[in-house]
């Protein structure tokens, strides 16, 4: 069975401009959680979604926005970049039929390295 | 929000028990506590889970007392290869968010 597959891997933006990061879920997965890794605040949930519907948002503000698609493919948004947003950007992809649980075991991609000049 | 803190790091030497304690203070009721495993840039890998007391897989052993208010992560005989850094996970028992603790990181030398 294919991985959760991120796309970029690296990306390089300077700010003010936006930038979108797509993450395509392992087959049959229907839930796709989004997280920023920094060295400073670890990793941190962005939002996730199920069946192209967003359960949960972290504390972030309304720059950061996603989508899923019916394939359950996921995409993430950062409008108007800050030197802030340089971080990992992590997707990651389970069955989480509940929302806010870890019980269900979450499958992460490599991440997409987004540095923000 | 639950704080979810762990030790910054640890040392250990191969063939030595490691134990790495995550204290949750706002767990959700009927949440699991999980811990990953990450190495760099990787994604982090499900390691094991549990909702009380002790669970024990292939690779690890999770000790959870009865106030869920912490658990207690332990690999035993480590290798070289374990050297990474390791979070817990759980839900925020006021918000439904999931929250990663703050991350360990363990450095194995031969």
């Known amino acids: 069975k294919a991985g959760v597959t991120q796309t970029p891997r690296y990306l390089i933006k300077t700010r003010g401009q936006q930038v979108t990061l797509s993450c395509s879920p392992i087959?049959?997965?229907?839930?796709v959680s989004w997280y920023q890794q920094t060295p400073g605040q670890g990793l941190q949930f962005l939002f996730e979604?199920?069946?192209?519907?967003?359960?949960n948002k972290g504390n972030f503000p309304g720059r950061f926005s996603g989508r899923q698609f019916s394939n359950s493919r996921s995409e993430m948004n950062v409008s108007t970049l800050e030197l802030g947003d340089s971080a990992l950007y992590l997707c990651?992809?389970?069955?989480?039929?509940?929302?806010?649980?870890?019980?269900?075991?979450?499958?992460f991609g490599p991440g997409t390295r987004l540095t923000v000049l | 929000l639950a704080k979810t803190t762990q030790p910054i790091s640890m040392d250990s030497y191969e063939g030595q028990e490691v134990n790495i304690t995550c204290s949750h203070n706002n767990i959700a009721t009927n949440d699991y506590i999980t811990w990953y495993q990450q190495f760099p840039s990787q994604g982090p890998r499900f390691i094991i889970q549990?909702?009380?007391t002790k669970v024990t897989n292939e690779v690890a052993s999770l000790f959870i007392p009865a106030d869920r208010k912490s658990s207690t992560l332990s690999l035993p005989r480590v290798s070289l290869s374990d050297t990474a850094v390791y979070y817990c996970?759980?839900?925020?028992?006021?918000?439904?968010?999931?929250?990663f603790g703050t991350g360990t990181r363990l450095q194995v030398f031969p």
């Open positions: 990651a992809s389970s069955l989480a039929t509940t929302a806010g649980s870890s019980y269900n075991e979450q499958f």
């Open positions: 979604y199920f069946s192209e519907t967003q359960r």
């Open positions: 996970l759980v839900g925020d028992g006021d918000t439904d968010k999931l929250i």
């Open positions: 549990g909702y009380k």
């Open positions: 087959s049959g997965h229907r839930s």
